[in-house]
């Protein structure tokens, strides 16, 4: 059963930096996409960014040139690194694990397999 346990998160103000961090376990991560997904109250679950085994990267429009996403295979952990961040990437957010994932599917939830439980960030003004 593959594990996924989000760390990282917490309260900053508008314009720092956060990294977050996807730490995988009962599998090799090697074969899995993983991407990382948001949510804030009231609103839908929104996909912020992925990487496939091959390391190529993808990312939410609001988040280009701000956001990278990267992998370590040997520790199996996945990293998002943020910056310049704004109240309005407030969210809880999670990530996702999944083998087989194409690329017409790699922006959508339910292209995962595995979950985890969320880490909060929060920007204030």
């Known amino acids: 059963q593959v594990q996924l346990v989000e760390s990282g998160g917490r309260m900053v103000q508008a314009g720092d930096s956060l990294r977050l961090s996807c730490a995988v376990s009962g599998s090799n991560l090697r074969p899995y996409t993983v991407g990382w997904f948001r949510q804030a109250p009231g609103k839908e679950r929104e996909f912020v960014a992925s990487i496939r085994s091959t390391g190529h990267t993808y990312y939410v429009d609001s988040g280009k040139g701000r956001f990278t996403i990267s992998r370590d295979n040997a520790q199996s952990t996945v990293y998002l690194q943020m910056n310049s961040l704004k109240t309005e990437d407030t969210a809880l957010y999670y990530c996702?694990?999944?083998?087989?994932?194409?690329?017409?599917?790699?922006?959508?939830?339910?292209?995962?397999?595995?979950w985890g439980q969320g880490t909060q960030v929060t920007v204030s003004s």
């Open positions: 996702a694990a999944g083998r087989g994932v194409i690329l017409s599917n790699i922006r959508e939830a339910r292209a995962y397999d595995y």
